[in-house]
């Protein structure tokens, strides 16, 4: 009888090749190791609301108008006689008490809105909501390529899908291009920052360019916090 050869199992090979890495062309940082004078500076909640509440208020339009009973155009005929039939005493169906009728208190029209704040608030309550953005870790330092031609893939792939406010500095038109059609982001220049644009969104995105420029417009306008 012929004896059977029992088979050794084939070892698989291992691979010595290194897995690819793929190479991105930015860093991310979060929560950079900033100035701590205008991204750790306390402020008062009051302070924060009322700045908020200013740009907020000046942001409205106020051109709402409805007719009040004097400006519309309607019969001047009495609606039924004054006695004899039971119901309550009208002389005008453009009374307000009437449907089609005017408008009693409503709004007038452009009304000027004078609600001011001085640069020192202004300034303190963009330090204050900075600071706050960066203590909740809500805020990111992106070191982005040169960027010559709209690199939407790149800029994306580097930013979170949450709506997000990109702060530049002078990077170029083609960086507000590759993100001006994307949704969740928001781009705006440094000098042009306040409050209520970092209120608006989830995340906030700064360039060290525009980090740098925000630290130097900023500083000159905060109170030194006394050191005891």
Known sequence: MA???EKTPATKKVSTRK???RKTAAVKTIVPDLDPRVFAYEVKPSLLTQV???YRDNAHQDTSKVKTRGELTKTTRKTYKQKGTGNARHGSRMAPIFVGGGVAHGPTGVQ?????????????ALAGILSLYAKDKLLELIILPEVTTPKVKTIKS????EATLLVHHQEGAALISSVKNLSNVTAV?????????VAQNRYLALTPAAATAIIARLLPLLKAKKTT
Not at 112 to 124: Q, Y
């Open 3 to 5: 004896t059977k050869v």
């Open 19 to 21: 897995p690819a890495v």
């Open 52 to 54: 908020l509440h200013v």
């Open 112 to 124: 000027p809105t004078n609600l001011k704040v001085n640069r020192k608030m202004k300034a303190a």
């Open 158 to 161: 580097l930013l979170p899908k």
């Open 189 to 197: 220049e440094a000098n042009r920052l306040n409050a209520y644009q």
